[in-house]
């Protein structure tokens, strides 16, 4: 059996290691918060294909190399279902600093060092 260790509190919730059930259900909250967020963002019809190129590296981790907007836009709303919580925590505040996506009023919990 392992022993759980506490960390603080995030946001009115425990932090433990290992992640707890509450923990588990808060970020899955956020997570599809984020997740409509992302895929509205990838929506938005004004953005360039160097702009959908800036954004898809916090999606995919990679760009693309063809310029055909709907391209990218397909491969980009295929990957957000499969986005992890943890990449979502390191990657959607730099969506949010690049406009892209509106900030949220509560955040991933557990995920701070």
């Keep these: 059996m392992s022993k759980i260790k506490i960390l603080g509190q995030e946001h009115g919730i425990t932090i433990t290691r290992p992640f707890s059930k509450e923990m588990y259900a808060h970020n899955s909250k956020v997570a599809t918060i984020m997740k409509e967020n992302i895929t509205k963002a990838i929506n938005n019809r004004k953005h360039t294909a160097d702009a959908l190129n800036e954004m898809t590296k916090s ?31 390191l990657e959607y505040p730099t969506l949010v600093e690049k406009g892209f996506c509106k900030e949220i009023a509560v955040g991933m919990v557990g995920f701070k060092k």
């Design 59 to 89: 999606i995919t981790a990679y760009t693309f190399g063809t310029s055909n907007r709907e391209e990218i836009r397909k491969e980009m709303l295929e990957e957000v279902d499969r986005l992890q919580d943890w990449w979502l925590a």
